[in-house]
Structure formats: C-alpha cells, structure tokens
C-alpha cells in the first residue's frame, strides 16, 4: 500500500517562494507521479507530472515558475513555487498513477490529504 503525505504549505506574500514535499511510504514498482491543486471555489487541475521515466509536463499557467523533481533515494517528490502570485492559491494534492505517463486525473489512484497554499497581494 503506496501513502502519499504532503508538507511544506503556507502562506506567502505575492512574488515569494515555497517547497513542497511529498513523502512516499510502500513504495513499489515504476509510478508516475503528479501534483495537483484546487484553487477556492474552483475544480482540481493538475499543476506538474512526473513520468515513470523522468518526463516532466506542467500545467500552463505555472510553466517557468514551478519544477517538479524527485530526490530517488529518499522517495521524496518536490515542487518548488517561484514567483507565486495570489491565483496560486490553492489545496496542492500529490499524486502516484501505476501508468507510466498520465496527464488524466483518474489515472491517479493515491492521493495525499493535501496542504494549502495562499498567496496573499
């Protein structure tokens, strides 16, 4: 049984930074693995993935400001936030898919219990 548990939210001014980390326990296989957010009021996007093989894809809106990596050793997966601006204000979910590559938000069948994120002007 693969846990994901998520840690480093908060709260920032606009322009500042955060490093989220996501904690995989169980771990098993070849996963991929994304990170997702879901603003206030808003439905769950995803903002960054982690192929299986190491390609990356993120979310048009955090393109050039957000990296998505993994430390292999640890089974620790990363999103660091630069430039953060208020419309990044958000509950960040991690993810893990057993598909190689996904970009399909029902292709991820564990899930972390989320850290929010707020971004104030």
């Known amino acids: 049984q693969v846990e994901m548990v998520e840690s480093g939210g908060g709260a920032v001014q606009a322009g500042g930074s955060l490093r989220l980390s996501c904690a995989a326990s169980?771990?098993?296989?070849?996963?991929?693995m994304a990170w997702f957010r879901r603003p206030p009021g808003k439905e769950r996007e995803v903002v960054a993935i982690?192929?299986?093989?190491?390609?990356?894809a993120y979310g048009d809106s955090v393109k050039g400001r957000f990296t998505i990596s993994k430390d292999r050793a640890k089974n620790i997966w990363y999103l660091q936030m630069n430039s953060l601006k208020p419309e990044d204000t958000a509950v960040y979910y991690c993810a893990a898919s057993s598909f190689f590559y996904s970009a399909r938000e029902r292709d991820y069948n564990i899930w972390g219990q989320g850290t929010q994120v707020t971004v104030s002007s």
């Open positions: 169980g771990y098993a296989g070849a996963y991929s």
């Open positions: 982690l192929g299986a093989s190491g390609r990356i």
